[in-house]
């Protein structure tokens, strides 16, 4: 990774250059490996301060050209590495520019994301979901567990089994896109699917809200589905759900990092109190699980939350795969239970 004074310059040296070389530049960096991006960072700042320190010479343009070149061989040489690993090269990406992990830049105009082309609309058939499959075998109650009859309650499992790539608009009325569904994390020590993961704990979640009295719904009761993170809103706002509870187990570039986190929208009619209300439910499922609260954090950034922001959205991360100690604690038998107890607590206050 670059150090961090390298980032700190490169940075000053973008936002002098003019707009479409700037978004060419990103477009560049953000398809090349992280081990080829720190040798064009620093060599591309090394380059700049050395022509700017002497008069411009004939073969100026020349140089660009062959820079250019250079960089296109890289990029293609480079090409299948940066497929098979495209996940964690883009986590490590986005923690260099300052942005949550496993998340694309806003494209919309008048910001200073990185830029892509103009977006390709594709039509999106909101599903009906289908009937929630029953958790192996029933959820006990806690004998004082609270009362949520009339609310309803849209609960997504992140992710699906098969990923689809097809782009689909983030954020409302905007140009940023996204994939449609991506397959999830996998967890560092033994494998854990992501997808897998977030299913099994929402049967479970599902089960315990309803015997609280909620009508409960679940965007997906199958790991072998397609439904993009639009139609997955669609869902909740077709039910006119009271609360919008997406399940993820994230995986962060910093092995070290764990505990539970959670995403609300920064816009919508709940904005204004988003956040403190996601902090209070990250507090109260890591102290339910034994683990640590990393708070809430409001952002455009996750294409579910922004379509859902008409109504009380969460992204509940439960912990992060990518830390062997939360993926154990995950894969405990009690923590699934322990999640669903600490939600319907939350839900009733």
């Known amino acids: ?21 700037k978004q060419l530049l990103y477009k560049r960096l953000r398809s090349m490996p992280e081990n080829e991006r720190e040798a064009f960072i620093s060599d591309y700042i090394k380059k700049y301060y050395r022509d700017n320190k002497k008069p411009a010479e004939k073969n100026f343009s020349l140089s660009i050209i062959l820079g250019f070149l250079v960089a296109l061989v890289i990029i293609g040489s480079c090409y299948f590495i940066y497929v098979f690993n495209k996940p964690k090269v883009d986590d490590k990406f986005n923690e260099m520019l300052g942005m949550p992990p496993s998340e694309t830049i806003d494209t ?30 029933p959820v006990p109650l806690q004998s004082e567990h609270p009362d ?34 991506t397959s999830g994390a996998v967890g560092v020590n033994v494998g854990t699917r992501e997808y897998e993961l977030t299913l099994r704990y929402s049967l479970i979640l599902k089960d315990y809200l309803e015997g609280c009295g909620a009508k409960v ?13 639009i139609e997955r809103a669609e869902i909740a706002l077709e039910n006119d759900a009271d ?8 995986s962060a570039p910093d092995g070290d990092i764990r505990g539970v986190k ?77 999640v669903a107890v600490a939600v319907s607590e939350f839900l009733a206050e």
């Open 217 to 229: 719904i679940l965007t997906r009761t199958e790991n072998d589905v397609d439904i993009s993170n």
């Open 243 to 250: 609360y919008f509870i997406r399940i993820h187990a994230d």
């Open 262 to 338: 959670v995403y609300v929208p920064s816009t919508g009619k709940y904005a204004s109190g988003a956040e403190s209300s996601g902090e209070a439910l990250a507090d109260a499922v890591a102290e339910a699980i034994g683990s640590e609260s990393l708070g809430a954090v409001q952002s455009n950034m996750y294409t579910g939350l922004n379509h859902a922001d008409s109504i009380r959205s969460y992204q509940l991360v439960i912990g992060y795969l990518s830390n062997g100690e939360d993926e154990a604690l995950l894969n405990q038998e009690g923590t699934p239970y322990d």
């Open 148 to 181: 949520l009859s009339g609310l309803v309650i849209v609960i997504d499992p992140g992710h699906q089994q098969n990923p689809n790539t097809e782009l689909e608009e983030s954020i409302p009325g905007t140009t940023a896109q996204k994939e449609r569904a």
């Open 1 to 21: 990774m670059p150090k961090k004074e390298d980032i700190s310059k490169f940075k000053q040296i973008i936002d002098k250059l003019p707009e479409d070389k």
């Open 108 to 137: 919309s105009p008048n910001t200073d994301s990185i830029m892509g082309p103009e977006p390709m609309h594709f039509p999106t058939d909101t599903p009906t979901p289908a009937p929630a499959t029953p958790s192996p075998s």
